[in-house]
Each structure stands twice: as C-alpha cells, then as structure tokens.
C-alpha cells in the first residue's frame, strides 16, 4: 500500500508516522525533541530516513514536514521556539521523495477540515507547549499577508501581565500554554494540574481557572472581529475535555452579552491532527 512519511515537529514532541490516502494512521512514533536549531534539524532528518526505510506492504512515496513559526513551501524562515532562521527544506532530510514543507498549525487545521468536523468559518486552536490558531474564513485557510495569521497565542490578555517567550508581556500563551499552565503550577505537566484541580488543590485549580480566563477573553476577542461559527480546540490541553469547555464555554458566553456565543469543542482528532496534517502535506507532494 501507498503510503506518506508524515513528521509534526512541536516544543515538546515530534511526532512521526506513515498515513495512508484516506488519512488512516498506520504506523506511529513519538521522540523527544532536542534542544537547538541544530539538534532539531538532526532529529527530523533521522526520523524522517527512520520512518521512510521499507516495510512489509507499506510503500512510502512522499514527505510531509510541519514545522512552527513561518513556513514557506521552500523554507522554515523562522521560529522562535526552535531558534533557526531560513532553513531549507532540503536541511530536514536528504531521502529520495518528494518533501512538501507547511506550517504545523496551518496543516493540522486543513486535517481537522479533512477530517474532522469541518465547517466555513472555523477557528482551530491546538493548545500545547505553545498556542497558535488556524483561521478559517469562508471556507478557506487564512494566512495573512506574511504568513503570520493566527497568532492568537501572543495576543495580550493582560496587558501588564507575567512576561511571555515571545518579548511581550501578558501573552493569552504566558497564561493557557501546556507549558505555561505546567511552569505557573511549578510541576507536572498541564494534565497533572488539571487532575490536581479536580482533587481539590487550591493553587492547581488557581492556575487552571487563569489559564480558562485568559482563553475566554481571547475567544472573545476573535469572535467578536471574525464571528466563527465554532472553536474547535485541539492539542495536549485539549484532552481535559469538560474541565475545559464547561468553564470556558460560561465565560465565553458571559464576555459575549450582546451575541450568541460560537460553539466550542475539543477536536474529534484528538493530538492526532499535527500528523494528519503533515500527512496532507505529503499527499499534495506525492506524484
Ligand atoms: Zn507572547
């Protein structure tokens, strides 16, 4: 069977697997992600020449890399996260197949549209190490003039706030992040808090109530300039289920008197719509 080499690279993890045209995972890995420009771009290529290796009745026939920050199909120009400036794509892998390079956040909502809920006017918004939205608007994936649409992670939600990776201050990231949530609690991870929260601890449910505030006012905002007719949340953060949406939902609609609140979900892809999206990408290289 044909299938894609399909690479989500994140802050925390990077995700690899083989995905089949009709978007079924069929094989599945997960590695740490280094530390350094360097160290990511090495880890890519290995697991990249790793997952592209023959397999019983698998037949990889393209690449798809998602990377953060901003992407052209030629270039990873820049991250923050990751440090590098104007990467070639030729950098992440030297195998034998065509290589479709996108932006993770871009490409996990295109997955999301393929396959999970869809809908003309969309935000999809994976909350994990960091923040960024996919914004749909009538149908379309909007990037923006430069490539830099959706940065819903970096808008100010407090404007005198704790200060965020970004060089600002008071970031909706510095408070919702998996890894803002996981810093402000002091341990664990965001998942840990969130459970901590409903055992009872004080300061875990503390953070975790900021962590919701923070998003509600953000989501206000974005409804209130680009009326979506639903939020679809995805990422590690998103696995809290009704311990997010209950509360955000109350805060959202009570930040929104004068309209009706958009429909907030959690993905139905789970933290699978990075992959899918890479997938995607690969698919759109394949001859
Ligand atoms: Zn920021």
Known sequence: MDCVVAVDVGGTTIKGGLVARDGTILHFERRDTPRGADRVIAAVSAFVADLSRPRPGLRPVAVGLAVPGLVTPTHAVFSAAFGWRDVPVSSFTDVDLPVALGHDVRSAGEAELAYGGGGDDVLFLPIGTGIAGAVVLSGSL??????????????????????????????????ASGGAIAARYGSGTAPDVVRRAAEGDARAAEVWSSAVDALALALATYTLLLDPARIVIGGGVSLAGDALLAPLRQRLAARLESRRPPEVVTSSLGTGAGLLGAGLLGWRSAA
């Open 142 to 175: 909007y990037g923006g003039a430069g490539g830099w649409a959706g940065q819903i992670g970096h808008i100010p939600v407090r404007p005198d706030g704790v200060a965020c990776g970004c060089g600002q201050r008071g970031c909706l990231a510095a408070y």
